[in-house]
């Protein structure tokens, strides 16, 4: 189901001759100015503006016509963060402008959407050289009166599934760890040798000495790579980087696919792709969301938490934990519940947290997601059983036996989780055994 926005914007974007003009909507003031200045890096700036507004464009999966999304920027001190999905969800996109890259003052804070249409798109694909690039993003300067002034109003379909995807991406990066790291040389190697962009296949890439190499089974230190043809987007960046580097979770022969991103970095700023396990999932549907969407012991730890964030560029949790009086691992549980509504996001580069505040109700994602409603009314009906390590989950039709394993996940009876194996997130009645077991940071 689609969440019809209206995004105001004070004229459309636009490469003038004072510079590049982004135009913003919304954020903690009408039409804010988050930052004006220059762009140290203009040329790969632009190439990478280009490869998230790309991917916001495409239908990876079963393409269809060019969606028509408009990516989302957000200001913090010293950093410019560019973020889109694509129409399939499943890949998700972000350049993170550096301070290196910034020659100017972040003046505002927030988060908003950009607008970046085809003129500016091809605006942008002939920047060049080194002459300085000035970006205003949301100019103060003019003021919105009526609708059909000098206000351009458009209306923008922000799918539920970008919530839910936002959701997700953090919690599974989270866990990502640095695979490898090549020369901007050997990556572009590399990425001639992926198969064409039709192939689907799910390949793993493995360090071998300087490159990567490509193996069709996982080994310890591999990462997935599944639809190569995915990382076309960070081509036209390739030529501005100085390294690739690689993030994906621990794995082991015979693991599944499992998502994985792919970093450039140029020194002043990083444009990632992090793809989904497989090319026909989107992330709105991995399910590694919901443990902290169900955690109804950490909603309060996170309204406190979430008070307590500034717009640095990388949350401080240890810090956090002292200004909350809470543990380490509160905290985190309470950054993974602010994370499924989009206040928060997870930087690889860093292993840190960032703050931002995305365009939705709060409670969608919880609401949204048909596995959560029905583990809810489970607990509702005092359907769960439960019986040390094991409970009964009876629903009007069949009874369910749930196990909780020594590393905290559960399996089940049920064809839900005979289909996925764990793979996709717990099922519904996975879930509603969770919400009755112990909070997070008490005994088992």
């Not at 280009?50 to 200001?75: F, I, M």
Request: proline share 7%; net charge neutral.
């Amino acid at each position: 189901m689609n969440a019809v926005q209206t995004y105001r914007y004070l004229q459309p974007s636009a490469l003038r001759a004072a510079g590049l003009d982004l135009q913003t909507c919304g954020g903690p003031a009408a039409n804010p100015r988050f930052f004006a200045g220059f762009l140290t890096a203009p040329a790969a700036s632009a190439a990478g503006l280009l490869a998230v507004a790309e991917v916001a464009r495409t239908r990876y999966h079963q393409p269809v016509n060019p969606a028509s999304l408009d990516p989302v920027v957000t200001g913090s001190r010293g950093r410019l963060r560019f973020e889109s999905f694509s129409g399939c969800c499943g890949v998700y996109a972000r350049m993170d402008v550096l301070p290196a890259g910034l020659d100017g003052e972040i003046s505002g804070h927030g988060t908003t959407n950009v607008d970046v249409n085809p003129p500016l798109r091809e605006a942008l694909a002939r920047v060049g050289g080194i002459e300085p690039l000035h970006v205003a993003v949301g100019p103060d300067d003019l003021t919105v009166s009526t609708m059909d002034g000098s206000v351009v109003e458009r209306k923008v379909p922000l799918p539920g599934r970008w919530l839910r995807g936002f959701a997700e991406v953090h919690v599974l990066t989270a866990g990502f760890e640095p695979r490898a790291e090549i020369t901007a040389a050997e990556a572009a190697a590399f990425l001639r040798r992926l198969p064409a962009a039709t192939d689907r296949s799910v390949l793993w890439a493995v360090p071998a000495g300087r490159t990567l190499r490509l193996t069709s089974r996982p080994v310890p230190g591999a990462v997935c790579l599944a639809g190569a043809g995915r990382l076309a987007a960070l081509r036209g960046v390739l030529r501005h980087a100085r390294t690739l580097r690689v993030y994906g979770p621990a794995v082991r022969a015979g693991s599944p696919a499992v998502p994985s991103t792919w970093e450039l970095d140029t020194g002043a700023l990083r444009v990632s792709l992090t793809l989904s396990p497989e090319p026909y999932r989107g992330f709105s549907g991995e399910g590694a969301a919901l443990a902290a969407l169900a955690g109804d012991d950490v909603v309060d730890d996170a309204e406190l938490v979430g008070a307590l964030l500034d717009w640095d560029p990388a949350v401080d949790v240890a810090a956090l934990a002292d200004a909350a009086a809470l543990p380490d691992e509160r905290v985190r549980a309470a950054l993974a519940q602010l994370g499924t509504a989009g206040r928060v996001g997870y930087d690889v580069a860093d292993g840190a947290y960032f703050h931002r505040v995305m365009p939705y109700d709060a409670g969608r994602a919880e609401r949204d997601n048909p596995r959560l409603v029905g583990a809810r009314a489970l607990v509702e009906r005092g359907a769960v059983e439960r019986d040390g390590e094991t409970a009964t989950v009876r629903t009007d039709a069949e009874t369910y036996r749930v196990r909780r394993h020594p590393d905290g996940a559960y399996s089940c009876s049920c064809r839900w989780w005979a289909r996925h194996r764990g793979q996709r997130g717990p099922c519904r009645h996975a879930l509603a055994v969770s919400m009755v077991a112990a909070p997070v940071g008490a005994p088992s």
